[in-house]
Each structure stands twice: as structure tokens, then as C-alpha cells.
């Protein structure tokens, strides 16, 4: 079966781990500090703090943000489930922005529209998470500016874009590199592009943010001579807030660190795949029948997904083309080949119609990006003559091999 996506795991990464069990951190420690500050450093902000997974992450950075009873977060309705369930974990409310259906990414538009119908109702916004959507950055400089008129805090959903970048009049930037947002998570999910098994981190610039979020992540707790109302002994501890044991260990940021030094490698072949894939799908045979994401101008994609769009006929309803997908789909399984859906979208899943009265008809945008689209395997380890046998199993598949 060849996956939608795989993680790659080489003798240096299980030597670094193996080394790591040999000494004396087991739990967070040193290396922990190391793997922060590369991360740092590679997305160039000044803090990082490394968590258990890429959803406490998002919760710790919600926290971190303000959202709270009766305050509402907004994430684009295309993305994985976690991007909303933070705001819910803090009590807070969320809400969703509609996707353009070229790319699966935020439309800053309907984010601008539903931000004011918030205002004018005078709900207060605390958050609004966009998402770099398969590795392609969303428009971070228009999501920036609506944060700021609504006085809203930008998280940036960024476990799909590390290694990506855009372009800003002139100058480039890096996703994850908070030069749009107050803070950015990653995951390190095995399917992302760097893993360290479970995993995840905030990235940010911000002092207090980041003082902030080391705290949450482990119980609440401070040792700070400066914050400790009372004093005792070495070893005192105050806890301040309610934090969590969010904790990422050492041996799984040495697996962290490594792959780091594996990630350059890694984009470089995720890009040379999707280049195969773009130039088969722009082969007259697929027209009008399958497109890949549209590529949004002045940015870099890193890949992390590699999604088509299966398009519909000529007033073909959105359930046939649903139909053809689940053909096609079963097809490909058929083939030895494991495709994916990202994503189902979020105000489709119960959970948010029942609990928070959302209604998925609102967000036509996204329902029409799900009818069609399919994540096909991308992953570096990959050969060439994998793409091959994806495309001529979908030429199938389609009637027009
Ligand atoms: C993977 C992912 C996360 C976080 O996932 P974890 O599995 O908890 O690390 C968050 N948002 C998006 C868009 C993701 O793809």
C-alpha cells in the first residue's frame, strides 16, 4: 500500500534517540532547550516552546491569546479538527470563515465580512487561527490587518507549512515566523514534515506569550524569584494558574533536532514530487476533469499535501461529483494506493452543529472544496516511479488512460 504520507526515519535519528535513553533526561530536560532553540532559530523567532503535540500546542496558544467564556476564535472551516477544538477547550466559542475553493485556504473576505457581523453584534473576538493549508501559506498580511481592526490576536495554524514562505513587498518570509501573527504552532505528527512521534511547538516573539505558554505547558507552575509571592526553600514552587502536563521529552526532541537536520532534504523532494504530479495533471487529458490546488502567487509551498480537485461536469450536482470522488477513491485502493480527504469540513462534524449551533450550509465555499478534493501520496522517500503509477491508476480510474 503506498500512503498518503509516511514519515522517514533514518540510522542517525534512532542513534540520536538511542543515545538520548542512554543519559540521565528521560522527561523534558537539556535537549528539549536545544531542539526550542533550533526551531526558533530555523523559523527565525525569538522563542519556542515544545509541547506533547501540535493540538496542546494550539490550546496552550489559545490560553496564551485570551480566549475564555463567552469569547469567540475563528478558523477557516477547511482544516483538521484540532484548529477549532482549541478555542472550545478554553471555553471559548468557535466560529468559522468560509475557504476559497481553488485552494482550500481562508477567504479573507468572508473572514472580514463574518468578523464585522460579529462586531455589529457585539461579540468579542479574541482569536482568529488561519491555516497554511497542505503547506501553502494562507494570506497571513490580509488576515493581519482584519486581527488588528477587530483587536483580535493571530495564531498561526502553521503544522502543514514549515519550510514554507511568501512574499511581502519585497521581502520574503517564512511560515511559522510570527512576522504576521503574535504566535504559530506546528505539529510533528508522523505525517508532517519533520517527526518526533507525538509533538508539537509554539513558536513566538513575544516575551510575555512565551513566559506565558512555558508555564501552561507544565502545571502552572513558576520558579521565578520575580513572580513568587511568598519564599521558602530550593525547592519552591508557586502555581499560579491552571496549567497541564504538556510536557515533550528529551529522547523525542533528539528525534526532533535530528530530523531537523533532515528537513532541507525532505522539502527539497516533497517539491521535486509535486513538480511530477503538476506536470502530469497538465497533461490535456486530465482538463476539466482533475486540477491541483491553485497556487496562490509570491508564495512557496512546502507540500505537506498534495491535493486535487476532482471537477465537476457540466451541472453535474455536488453529490454526483461526491459519487465520482468515492469511485475514484475506491479505485485508487483498488490499485494498492491510499489516498486521503483533507478535510471533511469542520462545520459538517456534529459536534460543532449540536454544541454550538454552527450550519455547515453557510460555508459553501468549503463544502464544494470537499465534494471533490483527494490528498494523493506525498512523502520524500518516494520514487519517482510511484507518481507514475499514482497518475496512470487515476488516468484509469477516470476513463482516460
Ligand atoms: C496535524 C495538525 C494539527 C495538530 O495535530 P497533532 O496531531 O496534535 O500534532 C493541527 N492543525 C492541523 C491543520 C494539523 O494538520
Redesign the pocket.
Known amino acids: 500500500m503506498l500512503p498518503y504520507g509516511r514519515q522517514w526515519i533514518s540510522d542517525d535519528d534512532i542513534a540520536a534517540v538511542a543515545e538520548q535513553l542512554r543519559g540521565d533526561w528521560l522527561t523534558q530536560g537539556p535537549t528539549v532547550a536545544r531542539f526550542e532553540a533550533a526551531l526558533a532559530e530555523y523559523c527565525g523567532t525569538r522563542h519556542a516552546v515544545a509541547v506533547s503535540?501540535?493540538?496542546?500546542?494550539?490550546h496552550v496558544a489559545a490560553l496564551a491569546a485570551g480566549v475564555g467564556p463567552g469569547k469567540v476564535g475563528i478558523t477557516s472551516a477547511i482544516?483538521?479538527v484540532?484548529?477549532a477544538n482549541c478555542i472550545a477547550y478554553c471555553g471559548g466559542i468557535p466560529r468559522f470563515a468560509d475557504v476559497s475553493q481553488a485552494d482550500g485556504l481562508i477567504d479573507v473576505d468572508d473572514l472580514h465580512r463574518r468578523c464585522q457581523a460579529l462586531d455589529d453584534a457585539g461579540s468579542p473576538l479574541s482569536v482568529i487561527i488561519p491555516?497554511d493549508?497542505a503547506g501553502q501559506p494562507a494570506d497571513l498580511p490580509a488576515v493581519r490587518r482584519i486581527a488588528d481592526r477587530f483587536g483580535a490576536v493571530v495564531i498561526e495554524?502553521a503544522?502543514?507549512s514549515l519550510g514554507a514562505t511568501y512574499t511581502v513587498d519585497g521581502a520574503n518570509f517564512r511560515c511559522g515566523s510570527c512576522a504576521h501573527a503574535e504566535m504559530a504552532?506546528l505539529?510533528?505528527?508522523p505525517?508532517?514534515h519533520i517527526t518526533t512521534g507525538?509533538?508539537?511547538a509554539i513558536l513566538t516573539d513575544d516575551p510575555v506569550l512565551y513566559k506565558r505558554l512555558a508555564v501552561l505547558r507544565s502545571h502552572g507552575f513558576t520558579r521565578e524569584a520575580s513572580d513568587l509571592l511568598d519564599r521558602d526553600g530550593p525547592w519552591y514552587y508557586e502555581q499560579h494558574d491552571l496549567g497541564f502536563n504538556y510536557r515533550i521529552t528529551d529522547f523525542q526532541s533528539a528525534l526532533g533536532l535530528s530530523q531537523l537536520g533532515h528537513l532541507q532534504t525532505f522539502l527539497t523532494r516533497r517539491r521535486e514530487l509535486a513538480c511530477l504530479y503538476d506536470t502530469a495533471f497538465s497533461q490535456p487529458r486530465f482538463r476539466g476533469r482533475l486540477q491541483p490546488l491553485v497556487q496562490r502567487v509570491a508564495t512557496a509551498n512546502s507540500y505537506?499535501l498534495y491535493v486535487v480537485n476532482l471537477l465537476p461536469k457540466v451541472d453535474q450536482p455536488i453529490e454526483a461529483l461526491r459519487a465520482d470522488r468515492l469511485k475514484l477513491f475506491e479505485h485508487l485502493v483498488g490499485k494498492g494506493i491510499r489516498p486521503q480527504v483533507h478535510y471533511i469540513p469542520v462545520p459538517r462534524q456534529p459536534f460543532f452543529r449540536r454544541v454550538f449551533g454552527v450550519n455547515p450550509g453557510e460555508y459553501p465555499g468549503a463544502m464544494a472544496f470537499y465534494a471533490g478534493c483527494m490528498s494523493l501520496p506525498l512523502f520524500p522517500a518516494m520514487v519517482d516511479d510511484d507518481i507514475g503509477r499514482v497518475v496512470s491508476a487515476i488516468a484509469e480510474g477516470l476513463g482516460v488512460a
Request: proline content about 0%; aromatic content about 12%.
Open positions: 503535540s501540535g493540538t496542546a500546542a494550539l482544516t483538521f484540532a484548529s491555516v493549508f495554524d503544522a502543514h504552532v505539529s510533528f505528527h505525517v508532517k507525538e509533538g508539537g505537506h
